[in-house]
């Protein structure tokens, strides 16, 4: 098992697990699940050395991205502080292997490294399912709340509620 970053090479293979967590989303959360991500987005966040991806063997089994600010989401929550996470993508063939457990023990390493002292992560809609396992993952919830100005923003957080999750590093 490896992390790395990911790149161009990768992005359509990051579409292909965008499309299947996003099919998978409408069977278990139809009320609210990704819409289709621009391909401008991605391509910047692998320019940018923020797309990552776990490798097992020869396969991408996840893929996230992170940044390093995030005022819209976070409004005043947002800080220089802080490294954010976003889109965790599992393959299907590797559900189940507890990613996103690894994905935080792996973003704490890079706060450390980077001097933050926060690692937070937002997703749309109340799945009480989720934000157990998010919990479980190590990430304290913070609560829910709609966003003030969502313009810009890939459609699912359009009127939608936001929970919002964080781990303090000490």
């Known amino acids: 098992m490896k992390i790395t970053q990911s790149t161009k090479e990768d992005i359509p ?10 099919a998978y989303q409408k069977i278990k959360f139809p009320e609210n699940h990704w819409p289709k ?10 320019i940018e050395n923020r797309q990552y991806k776990l490798i097992i063997g020869n396969k991408i089994a996840c893929v996230w991205a992170i940044t390093y600010s995030d005022p819209q989401i976070w409004e005043d929550g947002d800080n220089d502080s802080s490294i954010f996470i976003h889109r965790i993508a599992t393959n299907p063939d590797f559900r189940g292997n507890n990613f996103v457990k690894l994905i935080a023990d792996w973003a704490k ?5 980077l001097n933050r002292s926060f690692i ?11 934000i157990k396992h998010y919990e479980h993952c ?4 913070l609560g829910t709340k709609k966003l003030k100005d969502t313009s810009g923003l890939p459609s699912h957080y359009s009127n939608a509620d ?4 964080e781990i303090e590093l000490a």
């Open 138 to 141: 190590g990430f304290k919830f």
């Open 13 to 22: 293979e990051i579409f292909r697990l965008y499309k299947l967590a996003t």
């Open 37 to 46: 991500f621009d391909h401008e987005l991605v391509a910047t966040e692998v």
């Open 120 to 130: 937070r992560m937002d997703t749309c809609g109340k799945n009480e399912r989720l």
């Open 109 to 113: 390493n890079l706060a450390q490294t």
């Open 162 to 165: 936001v929970c919002f999750f």
